[in-house]
């Protein structure tokens, strides 16, 4: 529609209306010519038939054939009379003149016929008319009966052609009329037309820049008016164009003098911007050369006070080792806040994504925090939600250093309280979800005018915050850099006095179905019961059991489960968890305990906290027989439970073979430093590694070419020859089947600086200060081989320099296996306890033995001397001495490192729980007690008379 013009869009508008009247008027008048057509011809054709049957009469009456033959053939003179017949009284034909009728051959029924009827085909119409007596005529009968009939047939051609005539009429001078209004339509439309045409041409000639152009100015009313608005329109556009000319042209000449003072800055900037990149490749490597020089001694400090620390050590000397290692640790955290600060500035912090399960990244960095919140006494929970992926791609480096931010903060600025951990899902998107993490806790709060001071480097709330806790301000700053590299955002939430919830998100990957942990079902229809007094803690014990399948029920102290366990009530639990972090720990606690585990059939995990020695020992001495530390891991927990409902085929037999696994691996540590060097080299042949030792690159290269090691330690910053070059030449000088292992040990911190240890042919990369369980990892990852990492008790430098202990095989000999008095000594002369401790050390005998050679047979001396060290302790109140100094040797081999005689006091011990066992097997326990209860009563009343005199 927007393509027709004006002129017939106006001839549309007069054609339209009188062509839709025309039409309408054409109808109705041929519609109503055809009508009368119609009428006339049926009416002319119905008293033709009616008139014919008449003047049949007589002659059909006296059967006179001629003379009806001669009125029927003149009949069909008549007008579009077509074919005539003639039926007797019998309905039969009688005689017919003309062709064959149109249509079928009887219509009508003709003998029901008293009147005349008629049949109308598409091309005539015929009539059927009864013919009666000549008397009943003239008498007018009524009802008379037919003699005979005629049917009269008149063709509609003629009429149809009529029909087709006045249509053709009424078309014709529907399209005079036609033209005769678009003719008189066009002469007026000319009036409006070339005016329109004149300012159409004007405005176009306006467009392609002659302003001067105007429209003529001849038309009337609205067309003048708007003929006189163009042209005042054209003025108004030429004057504004020559105004906008000299101003460009003042424009251009400012622009000039503008473009050449910016050539003069984009030269001075240049010069600025390579000063800046000379002064940043400076900062740079001042950040190198720092971290280097800092943790270079800072690293032999921290290594050689831990292994001072697990040296025999007054008191006193050991508070002065913590000390330096605390101190060390702040002094590193602070270097690795600035360095990690730095790298964020110069844009080199570089995201390490990857596979990595998001629950133990947070359970790890609980564990590691949990001593200071232990300290505190301070609730720390984690609520893992059901729908959130636990393998996912991500930094878990760099996760977790985020997580250690926010989780320290919280247990530093809360004295008491709780500190929850929350896990959920916000967004899922396909494979990508958004993971939404929080930090709550119940401390000091924040203010709006402090909460504005955070996420700024080297800030915090107030200076009387940093004086009291301590740190640089940096934390926070650092965690949202990363963070938002990582897609996500972060924020807190806090009142004044009433806690803070701080909060991140990530974008992330789910990772493949195939490396999601399976989904554990083990506890699937059994019933726990949760005994937790904490609310934060019970929830979470809750959505974990939950998420297993179990189905829980809670209480909050021991005495309410014996309670529900004693009247039987709904439900039974399969089993309880029982933590006793939040309550005291007195001997009434250890006899509920015991009285759960042995009297009302219910196992009973007890979780407590670590950082107490003493509650694991006595523990396992009062009846506990499953047993776990805060902070609870999450497989720790399941794989715990799972030993409590399937105890039989987990442990391995008892009788199962000793045997020693010695590493043969051999190891090339090289460091110009003498005390990182000895520092190393120390703690490798401490996991039984074959250690070779170089204090430069070139000492380095000619040790690799003169024999092959499994791996090699390689320092980075030596003289002379330094690490890459080292390693670019001992890569020349393989042959095409050897590749040793070169991993980067350097104090270095910077991306770049990886990559091009990488690149020269290097395979992993080992940051200073040196940590025993990354080393072990290394080692294992690049050799395969079991390091035999020892407990943290053992100190390497005893290993050598002191004589092994030995047993007193003599001494071992004059001791009874069983002594009764000493146990009912140990129970303060409780027969009841004495009878139980002395029951539950023997029921768990053979569970221990056969853990304890399967830890052996494994190389895991760090979990062995757990072991023994707990079975030591049980031995301490059952009156059982051999056991006890078999034990007791054994674990003074272990915490001293001499494993190499492990397998001697290994059999002492399997053979003294041996004799325990065939002691019981041969001995009525009851009656022994008795005697031992008569015995201990005279030894008491003894001491009395001794006192007494």
């Keep these: 529609m927007n393509a027709i013009g004006l002129q017939s869009r106006l001839l549309y508008i007069s054609l339209i209306p009188a062509l839709f009247l025309g039409l309408l008027a054409v109808g109705w008048f041929t519609l109503t010519d055809i009508q009368h057509q119609k009428q006339a011809f049926m009416e002319r054709s119905e008293t033709v038939a009616n008139r014919l049957a008449d003047t049949l009469s007589l002659p059909a009456f006296n059967n006179d054939n001629l003379l009806l033959d001669a009125l029927i053939r003149r009949a069909l003179n008549a007008p579009d009379a077509r074919s005539i017949r003639l039926f007797n009284s019998a309905a039969g034909e009688w005689l017919v003149s003309g062709p064959n009728p149109f249509g079928p051959a009887y219509p009508i029924s003709i003998s029901d016929t008293r009147a005349t009827r008629l049949y109308i085909s598409r091309a005539s119409y015929r009539f059927l008319s009864p013919i009666f007596a000549p008397q009943d005529i003239r008498l007018r009968t009524p009802a008379p009966r037919p003699i005979a009939w005629v049917e009269t047939e008149f063709d509609y051609a003629n009429t149809r052609i009529g029909h087709y005539q006045s249509i053709l009429l009424n078309l014709a001078l529907l399209l005079a009329a036609l033209f005769i209004i678009s003719g008189i339509a066009f002469y007026l439309n000319r009036a409006i037309i070339r005016p329109v045409q004149n300012m159409i041409r004007t405005v176009v000639e306006i467009r392609e820049g002659n302003l001067e152009s105007r429209v003529p100015t001849h038309s009337k009313g609205e067309l003048r008016e708007l003929e006189v608005g163009i042209n005042a329109m054209a003025e108004t556009i030429n004057d504004a164009y020559n105004e906008m000319q000299n101003s460009v042209e003042q424009a251009t000449l400012d622009l000039r003098e503008t473009l050449e003072t910016i050539e003069i800055q984009n030269i001075e900037l240049d010069m600025a911007r390579r000063e800046a990149q000379q002064a940043n490749q400076v900062k740079t490597e001042f950040l190198a050369n720092m971290s280097h020089e800092i943790r270079t001694p800072l690293n032999g400090i921290i290594g050689f006070a831990r292994l001072l620390g697990r040296s025999n050590l007054t008191k006193k000397q050991a508070d002065f080792v913590a000390t330096i290692m605390s101190s060390s640790q702040v002094l590193l955290t602070i270097i690795n806040d600035v360095l990690d600060f730095c790298k964020i500035e110069a844009g080199k912090m570089m995201l390490d994504n990857r596979s990595s399960n998001l629950r133990i990244a947070i359970e790890e960095v609980l564990a590691m925090l949990n001593p200071a919140s232990s300290v505190k006494n301070l609730e720390v929970v984690s609520l893992f939600y059901a729908d959130v992926p636990e393998q996912l791609m991500f930094d878990p480096l760099r996760l977790k250093q985020v997580l250690t931010n926010l989780i320290s903060n919280a247990i530093k600025f809360t004295n008491d309280g709780s500190v929850v951990v929350r896990t959920m899902i916000e967004q899922h998107q396909g494979n990508k979800v958004t993971v939404r993490v929080s930090v709550t806790d119940t401390g000091i709060g924040l203010t709006k005018l402090q909460q504005k001071a955070l996420f700024h480097a080297f800030t915090q709330a107030d200076s009387s915050t940093a004086r009291e806790f301590g740190g640089t301000g940096l934390g926070l700053v650092i965690s949202k850099r990363l963070v938002e590299q990582m897609g996500g955002d972060i924020g807190l939430e806090s009142q004044k006095d009433e806690g803070s919830t701080f909060w991140f998100n990530i974008r992330v990957e789910v990772a493949p179905a195939v490396q999601q942990p399976p989904k554990l079902t083990a506890l699937d229809g059994y019933v726990i019961a949760i005994v937790e007094q904490r609310e934060m803690s019970r929830l979470a014990?809750?959505?974990?059991?939950?998420?297993?399948?179990?189905?829980?029920?809670?209480?909050?102290?021991?005495?309410?489960?014996?309670?529900?366990?004693?009247?039987?009530?709904?439900?039974?639990?399969?089993?309880?968890?029982?933590?006793?972090?939040?309550?005291?720990?007195?001997?009434?606690?250890?006899?509920?305990?015991?009285?759960?585990?042995?009297?009302?059939?219910?196992?009973?995990?007890?979780?407590?906290?670590?950082?107490?020695?003493?509650?694991?020992?006595?523990?396992?001495?009062?009846?506990?027989?499953?047993?776990?530390?805060?902070?609870?891991?999450?497989?720790?927990?399941?794989?715990?439970?799972?030993?409590?409902?399937?105890?039989?085929?987990?442990?391995?037999?008892?009788?199962?073979?000793?045997?020693?696994?010695?590493?043969?691996?051999?190891?090339?540590?090289?460091?110009?430093?003498?005390?990182?060097?000895?520092?190393?080299?120390?703690?490798?042949?401490?996991?039984?590694?074959?250690?070779?030792?170089?204090?430069?690159?070139?000492?380095?290269?000619?040790?690799?070419?003169?024999?092959?090691?499994?791996?090699?330690?390689?320092?980075?910053?030596?003289?002379?020859?330094?690490?890459?070059?080292?390693?670019?030449?001992?890569?020349?000088?393989?042959?095409?089947?050897?590749?040793?292992?070169?991993?980067?040990?350097?104090?270095?911190?910077?991306?770049?600086?990886?990559?091009?240890?990488?690149?020269?042919?290097?395979?992993?990369?080992?940051?200073?200060?040196?940590?025993?369980?990354?080393?072990?990892?290394?080692?294992?990852?690049?050799?395969?081989?079991t390091m035999q990492l020892a407990s943290s008790e053992v100190d390497p430098s005893n290993k050598n320099d002191d004589p092994a202990p030995i047993i007193d095989q003599h001494s071992l000999a004059e001791q009874p296996t069983v002594d009764l008095v000493s146990g009912l000594e140990k129970a303060n002369g409780k027969l009841s306890l004495a009878k139980d401790m002395f029951a539950m050390l023997v029921d768990s005998l053979n569970k221990d033995q056969a853990d304890i050679n399967l830890l052996y047979q494994q190389g895991d001396f760090k979990a062995l001397l757990e072991m023994v060290h707990r079975l030591h302790g049980a031995t301490l109140y059952c009156g059982v001495p051999r056991l006890r100094i078999t034990v007791m040797h054994t674990e003074t081999l272990l915490k001293q490192g001499y494993y190499s005689l492990l397998e001697d006091a290994l059999f002492m011990l399997n053979d003294e729980i041996g004799n325990l066992a065939r002691w019981q097997a041969e001995n009525d326990l009851d009656r022994g007690f008795e005697q031992a209860v008569k015995v201990y009563a005279y030894q008491l009343k003894s001491k009395h008379k001794t006192l007494k005199v």
């Design 541 to 785: 014990f809750r959505h974990q059991l939950e998420g297993w399948g179990a189905m829980t029920f809670e209480m909050n102290t021991a005495a309410e489960l014996i309670t529900h366990l004693e009247q039987g009530l709904a439900p039974k639990p399969n089993l309880a968890v029982m933590d006793i972090a939040g309550q005291e720990t007195n001997d009434e606690l250890y006899r509920d305990i015991l009285k759960i585990e042995r009297e009302l059939s219910c196992p009973t995990l007890v979780i407590s906290n670590g950082t107490d020695e003493d509650i694991g020992a006595r523990l396992l001495q009062q009846g506990a027989h499953f047993y776990l530390t805060n902070p609870v891991r999450n497989s720790d927990l399941y794989q715990a439970l799972n030993r409590m409902i399937t105890p039989e085929g987990r442990s391995p037999s008892p009788t199962a073979g000793l045997s020693y696994l010695k590493s043969t691996v051999q190891v090339l540590a090289v460091d110009d430093n003498p005390a990182n060097l000895k520092l190393i080299v120390t703690l490798l042949e401490y996991m039984g590694v074959e250690v070779s030792q170089a204090s430069g690159g070139e000492e380095a290269l000619q040790k690799a070419q003169a024999r092959p090691y499994d791996l090699i330690f390689m320092d980075i910053q030596m003289p002379m020859m330094d690490g890459l070059t080292a390693t670019r030449q001992i890569r020349k000088s393989e042959l095409d089947h050897q590749h040793v292992p070169i991993v980067a040990l350097t104090a270095h911190a910077l991306a770049d600086e990886r990559e091009a240890m990488l690149h020269a042919g290097m395979d992993d990369y080992l940051a200073k200060p040196i940590d025993e369980e990354q080393l072990q990892k290394t080692l294992t990852k690049w050799t395969g081989a």
